[in-house]
């Protein structure tokens, strides 16, 4: 896709050669690090201009100080949620909700989705997120003494919970797996058909819920009412497809890029084997060293930021994993070590829109580490194979075959 020429009002010099997508690092790389690779940012100017750091092609401004991403993400009156990142694959516009909705509408539907996610139901839930994991791992064991931890492990672990949270049933997960590697991470082709079925999915699991009711998520949805009436189709839909593509990926993401860092690193492995007392802190700095996700916000009027002359309608990139590497805000941030304390990572964003699902998303990558740890023993990358890793809009790794033999 041609590359959009840098705009009139963006200074040459604050132009950089930097993209989460095609800097180096960023492609799928054997053995990479894409999340460290981001880290060489912080050695130039706090605010620059990427000509090509979306999908599309589009330039964004790159906020690189964790303190000035905090002042964007809590400003929703200069920079705006909304981008239709979803409806775009399909040439269409609006909102996932409630995470591309501005105040005050935005706070309207959090407060009707909060408690659907608060810590009080994750902890109803712990006792099933449990219980997978056991059951996952035990078969793992069961099966030899290798396995593929993305395809065995973290995302029919990640998967299955989140099913369980729509009512949905397990048989049909690598097929929603599937349908969400091809929107998140596909081609040109693949991405609209993705989202086309995804859509419909939706949509049909909507009315399925109207006319039959049962205890899940969507019959929430479709009987939830917002300022004295019920959601319309399009806000139905917008909930749906936000809870479905957020749950498909990041989880599994973050757990598989936590347990290829532990079969690279047999001490701390044996640290948090025999201390499993320490998980929950490793899990914090783990976040910390590989969070998943880029944030984009478009200013919703020309605004002077940090010597940036930023118009309206510029994207604006909040990395993650950027601003959980600035030497401003963490002491030795390219060291990862799991005993950290007061971690104020970004992992799950900053401000209203900060992620509706961080408690169950914590539960559920502590668990999964407890019970892997308690399972199997000490286990290390298989001689001959290596981890595919990758940047872009939601980071990932692939190709993680462990051993235990």
Same mark, same amino acid.
């Given at each position: 896709m041609a590359l959009n020429p840098v705009p009139d009002h963006v200074p040459p010099e604050m132009v950089r050669d930097?993209?989460? /997508?095609?800097? $180096? *690092?960023?492609?799928?790389? $054997?053995? %990479?690090? $894409?999340?460290?690779?981001?880290?060489?940012?912080?050695? %130039?100017p706090p605010i620059?201009?990427? $000509?090509?750091?979306?999908?599309? *092609?589009? *330039? #964004? @401004?790159?906020?690189?100080?964790?303190?000035?991403?905090?002042?964007? +993400?809590?400003?929703?009156? #200069? /920079?705006?949620?909304? =981008?239709?990142?979803?409806?775009?694959?399909l040439g269409e516009n609006w909102p996932m909700i409630p995470l591309e909705l501005d105040p005050p509408a935005h706070g309207v539907f959090r407060s009707l989705l909060n408690p659907l996610l608060s810590p009080k139901r994750v902890t109803a839930l712990e006792p099933a997120v449990r219980e997978r994991a056991i059951a996952l791992i035990d078969s793992i064991a069961a099966s030899g003494t290798s396995c593929d931890v993305m395809q065995d492990f973290a995302f029919p672990f990640a998967v299955s919970i989140f099913l369980r949270l729509l009512g949905l049933p397990n048989h049909r997960l690598h097929t929603f797996v599937g349908w969400a590697n091809d929107l998140l991470h596909g081609d040109d082709v693949k991405r609209p058909a993705a989202a086309r079925t995804i859509l419909a999915f939706i949509d049909e699991l909507a009315a399925m819920r109207r006319e039959e009711p049962v205890d899940d998520f969507m019959t929430f949805i479709v009987q939830a009412q917002v300022e004295g009436r019920r959601l319309t189709d399009e806000e139905v839909r917008g909930i749906g497809v936000l809870v479905f593509v957020a749950g498909l990926d990041t989880v599994a993401a973050a757990i598989g890029f936590d347990l290829a860092f532990l079969a690279r690193h047999p001490e701390e492995q044996e640290l948090l084997r025999s201390e499993p007392n320490r998980i929950v802190l490793a899990a914090e700095e783990l976040l910390r060293a590989y969070p998943t996700v880029q944030i984009i916000r478009v200013a919703r009027k020309d605004i002077d930021f940090e010597g940036a002359p930023i118009r309206k309608g510029d994207y604006v990139s909040c990395a993650t994993m950027i601003a959980n590497r600035d030497p401003a805000e963490f002491e030795c941030p390219d060291t990862?070590?799991?005993?950290? !304390?007061?971690?104020?990572?970004?992992? /799950? *964003?900053? %401000?209203?829109? =900060?992620? +509706?699902?961080?408690?169950?998303?914590?539960? !559920?990558?502590?668990?999964?580490? &407890? !019970? @892997?740890?308690?399972? +199997?023993?000490? /286990? =290390?990358?298989? &001689?001959?194979t290596a981890p595919i890793a990758y940047g872009g809009h939601v980071f990932g790794i692939e190709n993680l075959i462990v051993d235990w033999s």
């Open positions: 930097f993209s989460l /997508f095609t800097s $180096p *690092g960023m492609p799928p790389t $054997p053995n %990479g690090d $894409p999340q460290a690779a981001t880290a060489c940012v912080h050695a %130039g620059f201009y990427s $000509p090509f750091n979306t999908r599309d *092609g589009r *330039g #964004t @401004w790159v906020i690189t100080r964790a303190t000035d991403q905090r002042r964007v +993400l809590q400003d929703a009156d #200069t /920079f705006s949620s909304h =981008r239709s990142i979803f409806a775009s694959a990862i070590d799991l005993m950290r !304390e007061d971690n104020r990572h970004a992992a /799950f *964003g900053y %401000g209203p829109h =900060r992620c +509706l699902g961080s408690h169950l998303a914590r539960r !559920e990558i502590v668990i999964g580490l &407890e !019970e @892997w740890l308690a399972r +199997l023993p000490a /286990f =290390r990358i298989k &001689e001959g």
